[in-house]
């Protein structure tokens, strides 16, 4: 078991480091450090300026050795300007190189500079990914409940008419991605001209001009304007787990080990809840944790569309504004976050299925 | 001229598409009347999600095909007055010839929503089943040996494989469709030049620099070079396994195969076919390659996992005992038994990359700017969603409905392939 | 609702004229047809037939558990004089576990993976008696020792799969037994288990039976096995019970035609096939949807009279003075049925000739990595040690095991799927045993064919018949041109006595047996010298085992092939094969021609072995051995001799020696050897595990 975890922790930092190379490589391309040159420096620099300036701001040498710089392994570039100041990596310019550590990269805890922010990345991400996690919370709060329950009802009874109407309602999210559910359902609730809103306002139902708010805000969670995000999200993840639920329950219901409960005279609840859900419920778990590569997918559209300044936002951000050190940080986190639940969805089969735990 | 009722929208939309209709009632017609002759196709029509499903998806097809016949106006035309006018506004100004009506209104542009909702259909069926069909050439072409040898190609493949699926599908795509990547080629022979060179190879002025010193290829350009590159292998291949007994046929048909293939892949990869008539603009490669490079990967797994299974069956070990190649037992032993599971991954692979597709338009990192295609008309609406929803709320609704068709479809012929 | 009312002398369960049918889209599909039955207090009833005559679905008719399509459309089961057709959910829920328990064919799909084995088994007096958790552990614990299974506190807490096949089907059985059922109904019980581990679980069945005093529904397509463990039988044919009554009243004076095929077509001790060659059922098992009017064996039987016999259905006739014994045949009072059968073509022995296969010490090792995870260190498992034989042209050779023996991975390395670790094979005198099959030449790979022992597996169901027997002519480079290979592929289908039609079909179309033929024709396409045939029947039906075992021979006999059959079914090796090799744990623990290994002296094994198969014959007596426990793992062999760990005969050597050392391969007189250590006295004097009574 021992062995088993480590290798995948071993594997999991293989994979890191490739992805975030690969990331790296693709940021750092000379087009993007033409355009970053123009931004920070001058729009109007002629081409051989431009070349000066990304040397100057140590973003000259291979690929290999700034990728090294910026994870915190090779020491840090310095160098002194035409007008002899001395700059570098490590220490803002015009201080002491000396007193600079020697390695500054993201292993030392140093994440760089966001242009976007005028700031370090690492603050002002950490505070976005906490406005994200509190989303996310929510929309686990809502998924995976729903969608187990849905699954599971469905399953139970393959073929009645409860598992139809279900099992269409799970195809219809699964087709239905976050911006079109998004953008339906603020039509629907929150749009002062269609959908229910004006109908509620004239009835005198609500007070303002609209139900539910079409953008949220970290600083202000209110039910009216955390409902449609987190329902925009959750919906298409309740489908798609509500079906592999439903498909492993209806496998786990046609189980011989079903027919033996059944025919040693336990009830279909008893048979249900004793002897179906947890052979059922292994395979949706690792559905959902594998679901989160998606879910990130949907954060960064449910962010864009209802203006939330979370973690989707800022990669929309960085992506949008050239800002290399916000993307490249938006990327650790985010493959992090798919590697550490691939991680966590290996170990926890593993523990959840005692025909693999103890052999 | 009057602004119309719901119902007089409804009727008019109706009577616009009647040559889908006609299509449709054909298609069902006879499809149904010869359902037992069909195979796994003629059996959808026994069942009644399939045949909804199949119809959602072919009323789709159908619009596409005859999209010219339906557009009640130009696409990108823009009319003076009609900026976000609702539903059936009467066109101001309608000259002899017009369509009297914007149907679903207009945009934020005065352009006509129904239009180009209904072009939309074109660009996104032009794009998403031929995306997934090469996803599944270079997923089949690499799953097929790796789940049937095993060892380390499977290791590594899968190693490569989980690597792209870790990615997060939003940054990939802000990785490989951002203008900067596009434009930025990679020069194969820097490395052997000096440095004057290469800037001057950069430089976009430069006429004297050796053609062949500055050979270089853009990323997707490359991933293009390297993915299209996989239906051609997969069907010499093929090919070659089935008729080695008969060299004459296989010289044939191979010869063939490389010819056109060879012909397509230089248009359509390098965009330097010598005839002219293969090419792709490069911002559609870029969301075509990145689509491809997304989806490979799973259908890499869907069908190692197949093969798997299927390699230890009896007629396999026949095969192997009357000493087959590999790729003939590969390809026709296996392969075909593996295609129930396989087509209806198709139907459903072919919703997600629909999915995919909006997600790239809905981020501005579509095809053009002013394509009608449904994800960047989305995008476009959403700017005016509070007030105007129509203009994003028609192209979702469409969106959602051709997804939800193929997802049908799918079910139906799962539940169809399952039975007996 | 208690059963006091239930008087112990009337039947336990009365089945009378059941039907049912089951209902798909396009039609209603009758499964069974006026059906009926009585179990009395304590009897066990055998109901038997081959696949697809209904009998399972009898069974989950008295479990009333036919799934959402089946329906009982017509008659009554009276259980304890209550009818369980008109019971309610609640109803059966309190009869199911408690009065009537079920035990399946496949032990570890009927265990809950996820759930120990001590609380799938307490639950079933927690929920019909409401005992306590602890009590009903306890009891769980006394019944698995009941079912002789070792260290009971440590199989309570054990999850299913941390059990091997036999202790599961034990499990099973302790299960039905939690509640003390007054019914048991066994589907099949022993089909997934082994020959030696099989005879425990009948020897348990049957215990328990008496000892608890339970009526049994004992299902099963195997008539030796009815025999042994039920007193009364009732034969099943397309949905119909055709004959039923007392076990050696029906096995002796049988009264429907269909039970005298059944007992012609199965290889009793006595057949032979040059001499009294088994005599196959002609045609095919009707579809369910096509079965023919008036009777249903009507199209196969030899007493067929047109006008008569298809006119009307026929009902059920009891036989005047037998023990409830009942035909379903109108002509059963007019039919000779001590006649020989007419038409038993006697056959010519083929002679046997040079030898093509000769095999030497050869040895097969693989390095496996244990360790669920993948880390852990390599282990060898020995699959073949020192296996040495020779095989004659026009001969047929046996290749006997259980599973675990080695049987398919000597037939691998063999067709050089695998490569041998040592040792030589020589094949027509040429070293073939390091030539993995890509190497071997077109000859070479054409010479050496094999047989499949799945017939829905050995077809590429995406290819039709004659497109794959194609494709091997193309291979073995027979024919010069597509016209030439066209015309041999239909002679090859008319070898196998399959319609030449069928080339166009598609292996879905066919039934297990022809597609089985189809097998023997695309191996024999290259007009193979040897044909490894790897338990080619063991998955069809008797009626369709004769009939292609027939096959078989046929073509044998004119192609003066080598065949290697590999089986673990001693009757069908007893009567087709020239000479016999047993196998265990990769060992060959004795060879020798037929006569040899099935007379003693025996390797204590094939002692066990011989025993162990049940024989559908009431004049053939029977010693019975019970081998202990399950055959050990490949992985984990245990030291010495292979065999050591289950051997009766183990006290008689002296010394410990079968602990230590391999034994030895003795050869006694006529080229017999056996790898034993017992001392040639002890063989000597070994006693006949089957004999013949005197008529």
Redesign the interface.
């Known amino acids: 078991?021992l062995?088993?975890v480590v290798?995948r922790l071993g594997?999991m930092l293989l994979?890191a480091f490739?992805?975030t190379f690969v990331?790296f490589y693709?940021?750092n391309?000379?087009?993007?450090l033409e355009?970053l040159a123009r931004s920070e420096g001058s729009v109007r620099m002629t081409?051989e300026a431009v070349?000066q300036w990304i040397i100057d701001n140590g973003h000259g040498g291979s690929v290999l050795g700034r990728y090294g710089q910026w994870l915190g392994v090779v020491p840090g570039w310095s160098n002194v300007d035409e007008k002899g100041v001395p700059r570098g990596r490590c220490f803002a310019a015009g201080t002491d190189p000396a007193l600079a550590p020697r390695y500054c990269g993201i292993l030392q805890g140093d994440w760089g500079y966001s242009t976007y922010f005028r700031g370090p990345v690492l603050p002002n991400l950490g505070e976005k990914l906490g406005a994200t996690g509190i989303l996310m919370l929510w929309v686990m709060i809502v998924m995976i409940p729903t969608s187990l329950l849905i699954g599971i009802l469905a399953g139970m009874r393959e073929?009645s008419r409860t598992d139809r109407v279900l099992s269409t309602f799970s195809?219809?999210t699964?087709?239905?991605?976050e911006?079109?559910s998004g953008?339906?359902l603020?039509?629907l609730l929150?749009?002062?001209?269609?959908?229910l809103s004006p109908l509620l306002s004239e009835w005198g139902l609500i007070d303002g001009k609209i139900l539910f708010q079409?953008a949220a805000s970290p600083d202000r969670i209110t039910f009216w304007s955390f409902t449609l995000p987190v329902l925009t999200i959750a919906l298409y993840g309740i489908g798609y787990i509500a079906r592999m639920t439903r498909a492993s329950m209806t496998e786990v219901m046609t189980?011989?080990?079903i027919?033996?409960?059944?025919?040693?005279?336990?009830?279909?609840r008893?048979v249900v809840l004793?002897?179906a859900l947890?052979?059922a419920l292994?395979a949706p778990f690792t559905v959902i944790m594998l679901q989160f590569?998606?879910l990130?997918?949907g954060v960064?559209?449910v962010e864009?569309?209802f203006n939330y300044k979370g973690f989707g936002w800022t990669?929309?951000v960085a992506?949008g504004n050239?800002d290399i050190n916000l993307?490249l940080g938006?990327?650790v986190v985010?493959?992090f976050v798919?590697?550490v639940t691939?991680l966590i969805s290996d170990i926890g089969y593993v523990f959840l299925?005692?025909?693999?735990r103890?052999? | 001229m009057e602004d119309l009722s719901y119902t007089a929208i409804l009727v008019r939309i109706l009577a616009q598409l009647l040559p889908v209709w006609i299509a449709l009632v054909v298609t069902f017609a006879l499809s149904v009347s010869f359902k037992r002759r069909l195979g796994l196709y003629g059996k959808l029509f026994d069942s009644p999600v399939g045949m909804i499903g199949f119809g959602m998806v072919m009323f789709w097809v159908f619009t596409a095909i005859l999209a010219d016949m339906i557009v009640t106006f130009d696409p990108y035309a823009q009319f003076s007055g009609m900026r976000n006018v609702p539903l059936g506004t009467a066109l101001a100004g309608a000259t002899e010839g017009d369509y009297s009506h914007f149907l679903l209104g207009g945009d934020s542009l005065a352009r006509d929503v129904f239009s180009r909702m209904v072009m939309g259909a074109r660009s996104v069926l032009s794009i998403a089943p031929a995306a997934t069909a090469f996803a599944f050439m270079v997923g089949i072409t690499l799953g097929v040996p790796a789940g049937y040898f095993g060892g380390r190609f499977d290791t590594g493949l899968s190693f490569v494989a989980n690597l792209v699926l870790a990615f997060p599908v939003i940054l990939l795509f802000y990785l490989l469709v951002t203008p900067e990547i596009v434009d930025h080629k990679i020069l194969f022979f820097s490395a052997f030049l000096p440095d004057a060179t290469e800037l001057a190879c950069r430089a976009k002025d430069s006429v004297t620099a050796d053609t062949f010193a500055c050979f270089g290829l853009s990323i997707p350009t490359m991933l293009a070079a390297v993915l299209f590159i996989f239906p051609i292998i997969f069907i010499s291949i093929l090919l070659n396994a089935r008729f080695f007994t008969n060299p004459m046929k296989r010289n044939l048909y191979v010869g063939v195969v490389l010819v056109i293939g060879l012909w397509a892949y230089s248009g359509l990869a390098f965009n330097m076919d010598p005839l002219g008539v293969w090419s792709m603009e490069p911002n559609l490669l870029n969301v075509f390659v990145s689509v491809v490079f997304v989806n490979a990967p799973t259908v890499f797994r869907i069908v190692r996992g197949i093969v798997m299974d299927l390699k230890a069956r009896d007629y396999v070990a026949a095969g192997q005992t009357r000493g087959e190649g590999p790729w003939y037992i590969m390809l026709w032993e296996i392969l075909p038994n593996a295609r129930g599971p396989l087509i209806v991954d198709f139907c459903l692979r072919i919703g997600y990359t629909t999915i995919l597709l909006g997600t790239l338009g809905f981020f501005g990192l579509g095809v053009a700017p002013d394509s009608p295609d449904w994800g960047s008309t989305i995008d476009e609406g959403r700017k005016t969603l509070n007030m105007f929803p129509h203009a994003a709320v028609v192209p979702a609704l469409a969106l959602m409905s051709l997804v939800l068709g193929l997802n049908l479809l799918a079910d139906g012929l799962r539940e169809e392939s399952l039975r007996d | 609702m208690a059963d006091t009312t239930w008087d112990p002398s009337k039947p336990i369960l009365e089945i009378e004229n059941l039907s049912i049918s089951f209902f798909t889209r396009l039609r209603e599909i009758p499964a069974v047809m006026d059906f009926s039955c009585t179990v009395m207090a304590g009897e066990a009833m055998g109901l038997v037939g081959e696949s697809g005559c209904g009998k399972s679905t009898v069974a989950l008719a008295v479990m009333r558990d036919l799934g959402k399509n089946g329906k009982i459309v017509a008659g009554s089961i009276k259980f304890k004089g209550r009818d369980l057709t008109h019971m309610n959910d609640e109803e059966l829920r309190q009869i199911r576990g408690s009065e009537i328990a079920m035990i399946y064919q496949e032990p570890m799909a009927s265990l809950n993976p996820a759930m120990k084995v001590g609380a799938q088994l307490a639950e079933v007096p927690m929920i019909h008696s409401g005992m306590s958790k602890e009590d009903a552990w306890k009891l769980a614990r006394q019944i698995v020792a009941d079912v002789r299974l070792p260290d009971p506190d440590r199989i309570i807490n054990a999850y299913p799969h941390q059990l091997s096949g036999g202790q599961q089907q034990r499990i099973v059985i302790a299960m039905a037994l939690m509640a003390k059922p007054a019914l048991l109904i066994l589907d099949e019980p022993t089909t997934a288990l082994d020959v030696t581990v099989e005879a425990g679980i009948v020897d348990l069945v049957k215990d328990l039976g008496k000892k608890y005093g339970t009526s049994m529904l004992f299902i099963s397509h195997n008539l030796g096995l009815v025999m042994d463990v039920c007193d009364r039988i009732c034969v099943m044919y397309s949905g119909e019970a055709v004959e039923t009554g007392n076990v050696i009243e029906v096995f002796d004076k049988m009264r429907h035609p269909y039970t005298q095929a059944l007992f012609r077509s199965i290889p009793l001790p006595g057949a032979d096939k040059n001499a009294r060659p088994l005599i196959s059922i002609p045609g095919n098992f009707p579809l369910p949807h096509e079965r023919p009017s008036g009777c249903n064996f009507g199209p196969r039987c030899d007493y067929f009279q047109a006008g008569r016999c298809d006119a009307r259905d026929i009902p059920m006739d009891p036989v005047p003075g037998g023990d409830r014994h009942a035909s379903r045949c109108l002509r059963w009072s007019e039919i000779d049925w001590d006649a020989p059968p007419a038409k038993r073509a006697v056959k010519e022995k083929a002679p046997i000739g040079r030898v093509v296969l000769k095999m030497e010490d050869l040895k097969k090792y693989y390095a496996i990595s244990s360790g669920a995870f993948g880390g852990g260190e390599k282990k060898v498992v020995k699959a073949n040690e020192t296996l040495s034989f020779e095989a004659r042209e026009g001969e047929t050779l046996a290749i006997v095991g259980e599973s675990g023996c080695g049987k398919s991975t000597f037939a691998k390395v063999l067709m050089g799927l695998e490569t041998a670790t040592s040792g030589s094979i020589m094949l027509f005198d040429e070293n073939v045993q390091s030539t993995p099959i890509q190497k071997r030449n077109v000859d070479t790979v054409s010479s050496v064919q094999m047989v499949f022992q799945n017939p829905f597996d050995t077809l590429n169901p995406s290819m039709t018949v004659g497109r794959q027997i194609i494709r091997a002519l193309e291979i073995f480079k027979q024919g010069k041109s597509d016209e030439d290979r066209q015309n041999r592929m239909l002679e090859l289908l008319d070898l196998v006595k399959l319609p030449r039609a069928f080339a166009e079909r598609m292996p879905r179309q066919l039934s297990g047996g022809q597609k089985q033929r189809v097998g023997i024709a695309r191996a024999f396409a290259g007009g193979a010298k040897v044909v490894v045939a790897d338990e080619p029947v063991s998955a069809l039906d008797v009626s369709v085992q004769a009939a292609v075992t027939d096959l078989l021979m046929d073509i044998q006999r004119e192609n003066r092939t080598t065949l290697l059959f590999i089986s673990h079914d001693l009757s069908i090796v007893r009567y087709l094969s020239d000479r016999v090799l047993v196998m265990y744990l990769g060992h060959v623990v004795e060879t020798g021609t037929t006569d040899q290994v099935f007379q003693p002296p025996y390797h204590p094994y094939t002692e066990a072995l011989l025993s162990a198969v049940p024989i559908a014959d009431t004049k053939v007596i029977r010693k019975r051995i019970v081998l202990e426990g399950d055959i050990p793992s490949a992985v984990n062999p245990p030291p010495g001799c292979p065999f050591q760990t289950r051997c009766r005969w183990k006290a008689q050597v002296p010394g410990g020696l079968c602990d230590r050392e391999v034994p030895p391969m003795v050869t006694l007189e006529g080229g017999h050897q056996i790898k034993c250590h017992l001392s040639r006295e002890i063989l000597a004097e070994m006693e006949p595990v089957i004999k013949v009574a005197a008529e």
């Open positions: 078991m062995i088993f290798r594997l994979s490739v992805l990331v693709l940021t391309l000379p087009p993007n355009k081409d070349a073929g195809i219809a699964t087709a239905t991605p911006y079109v953008v339906v603020v039509a929150a749009s002062p001209v269609t959908g079409g189980a011989q080990y027919r033996t409960a059944r025919l040693k005279g336990v009830g279909f008893q004793r002897h947890r052979n292994i590569p998606w990130l997918n960064v559209i864009t569309l990669l929309v992506a050239n993307l938006c990327s985010a493959v798919v590697l691939q299925n005692p025909r693999i103890l052999s």
